[in-house]
């Protein structure tokens, strides 16, 4: 059974930092795009980050870029996103996904993780 796992969510003050962690477990998803959702309330869930297996090619959303920075460690299975200069507006559940990039890209990955919470304070 596939899973992907994230850690590192939590409540941090605005300009703050954090750093999630997504691990891949029952596949290896080392040939496959992972990236980063977030769903904020009240609002659909929305693209963040994405990197190929290989991280030659990183994708943004415009809201996030100069930022968050994803990153990816074939040999651990895991993709990480490095946030920085928090915003309130950053508050979401953020979810971690794996598929081929275009699809992660497009927000029809086929694995999701079970999201975790983000809280930026004023």
């Known amino acids: 059974q596939v899973q992907l796992v994230e850690s590192g969510g939590g409540l941090v003050q605005a300009g703050g930092s954090l750093r999630l962690s997504c691990t891949a477990s029952?596949?290896?998803?080392?040939?496959?795009?992972m990236g980063w959702f977030r769903q904020a309330p009240g609002k659909d869930r929305e693209f963040v980050a994405a990197?190929?297996?290989?991280?030659?090619?990183?994708y943004y959303a415009t809201s996030v870029k100069g930022r968050f920075t994803i990153s990816r460690d074939n040999a651990k299975n895991t993709v990480y996103l490095q946030m920085n200069s928090l915003k309130p507006e950053d508050t979401a559940v953020y979810y971690c996904?794996?598929?081929?990039?275009?699809?992660?890209?497009?927000?029809?990955?086929?694995?999701w993780g079970q999201g975790t919470q983000v809280t930026v304070s004023s």
């Open positions: 996904a794996a598929d081929q990039i275009p699809r992660v890209v497009d927000g029809r990955p086929d694995y």
């Open positions: 990197i190929t297996w290989t991280g030659a090619n990183i």
């Open positions: 029952g596949r290896t998803f080392s040939r496959d795009g």
